[in-house]
């Protein structure tokens, strides 16, 4: 990779100490106390082998692993390794596991999940547990085609997120008018009520193309739907319910390159505080929040 040139720094390193107390976090540490920009990382950690101690064999599969909730930054980041690993080593397959990490188990990405940084663990399905921690964890235990199709699958979506534009702003701020300073949510049902109506904030990148919108349903783990929008900053999707779809959007280069999704959030702890009133069924009227 070091023979071609990205818009953004891609940094390899590895951690001695992971075994004595996820070293890593000093450098997940570091990275926050000096405001690093880190939008992905990919943690790979016993990728080695393809045939488990009890003889089950895994060769086509790849396991990523990223910690809640469902549009975490994690698991926004393992949503793309999914598309983009699959579309250029199409030979493979990746399975996302829809938890931190396997049963009881731990790995450096933790320390910058923490940190807040969206970060994921690629592992083999096929563990020999015999062999972890011990003077048999040896290279003639490992399968160098499996490892091999491994490094590809990083390569791809490390590329990928390397040469696209970052993903889209949102919950963007008013900035004139008598609204200013005003935040304009992301996903709203616009004027009539009835429509999907998403905002987000222009990139400044050098050739941006413009942006997509991608969509699912609440029940289904990967994106299902995606609507080329262009270069636009809002889009309106009519009569169309927001309660039971999970919406993002992406920006996207004129090269193809695509961002990763910024995913529309639920609020945390939202204050219900406009007052509506219902129908009068009783002797008074009530009063809920909105």
């Given at each position: 990779?070091?023979?071609?040139?990205?818009?953004?720094?891609?940094?390899?390193?590895?951690?001695?100490?992971?075994?004595?107390?996820?070293?890593?976090?000093?450098?997940?540490?570091?990275?926050?106390?000096?405001?690093?920009?880190?939008?992905?990382?990919?943690?790979?950690?016993?990728?080695?082998?393809?045939?488990?101690?009890?003889?089950?064999?895994?060769?086509?599969?790849?396991?990523?692993?990223?910690?809640?909730?469902?549009?975490?930054?994690?698991?926004?980041?393992?949503?793309?390794?999914?598309?983009?690993?699959?579309?250029?080593?199409?030979?493979?397959?990746?399975?996302?596991?829809?938890?931190?990490?396997?049963?009881?188990?731990?790995?450096?990405?933790?320390?910058?999940?923490?940190?807040?940084?969206?970060?994921?663990?690629?592992?083999?399905?096929?563990?020999?547990?015999?062999?972890?921690?011990?003077?048999?964890?040896?290279?003639?235990?490992?399968?160098?085609?499996?490892?091999?199709?491994?490094?590809?699958?990083?390569?791809?979506?490390?590329?990928?997120?390397?040469?696209?534009?970052?993903?889209?702003?949102?919950?963007?701020?008013?900035?004139?008018?008598?609204?200013?300073?005003?935040?304009?949510?992301?996903?709203?049902?616009?004027?009539?009520?009835?429509?999907?109506?998403?905002?987000?904030?222009?990139d400044k990148w050098p050739n941006l193309a413009?942006?997509?919108?991608?969509?699912?349903?609440?029940?289904?783990?990967?994106?299902?739907?995606?609507?080329?929008?262009?270069?636009?900053?809002?889009?309106?999707m009519p009569d169309l319910s927001i309660d039971?779809?999970?919406?993002?959007?992406?920006?996207?280069?004129?090269?193809?390159?695509?961002?990763?999704?910024?995913?529309?959030?639920?609020?945390?702890?939202?204050?219900?505080?406009?007052?509506?009133?219902?129908?009068?069924?009783?002797?008074?009227?009530?009063?809920?929040?909105?």
């Amino acid at each position: 990779m070091s023979q071609h040139q990205y818009a953004k720094t891609i940094i390899f390193i590895a951690f001695a100490g992971e075994e004595v107390g996820l070293d890593g976090k000093a450098y997940a540490a570091m990275a926050k106390q000096k405001k690093m920009q880190i939008e992905a990382v990919l943690n790979n950690d016993i990728i080695g082998s393809d045939v488990s101690g009890n003889g089950r064999t895994a060769n086509g599969v790849l396991r990523v692993f990223a910690a809640g909730p469902e549009d975490s930054p994690a698991r926004t980041l393992q949503r793309y390794a999914k598309q983009f690993a699959e579309r250029y080593v199409p030979s493979m397959q990746v399975e996302m596991v829809f938890r931190g990490d396997r049963f009881q188990r731990g790995g450096d990405r933790t320390s910058f999940i923490t940190q807040g940084y969206a970060a994921v663990r690629f592992t083999t399905p096929t563990e020999n547990f015999a062999n972890q921690h011990t003077a048999t964890d040896t290279f003639d235990h490992t399968s160098a085609p499996y490892t091999t199709r491994v490094a590809r699958m990083n390569a791809a979506v490390l590329a990928s997120l390397a040469l696209a534009p970052p993903p889209p702003a949102t919950n963007v701020e008013i900035m004139s008018g008598e609204r200013k300073g005003d935040r304009v949510p992301m996903l709203t049902r616009g004027k009539s009520g009835y429509d999907a109506v998403m905002r987000w904030v222009e990139d400044k990148w050098p050739n941006l193309a413009g942006y997509s919108i991608v969509m699912r349903a609440t029940t289904a783990p990967d994106w299902e739907r995606e609507i080329w929008v262009g270069n636009v900053t809002s889009y309106t999707m009519p009569d169309l319910s927001i309660d039971d779809i999970v919406f993002g959007v992406s920006a996207v280069d004129k090269d193809g390159n695509q961002s990763l999704v910024a995913p529309y959030l639920e609020p945390v702890n939202q204050r219900l505080t406009t007052p509506v009133t219902l129908p009068v069924t009783g002797p008074a009227s009530q009063t809920a929040a909105k």
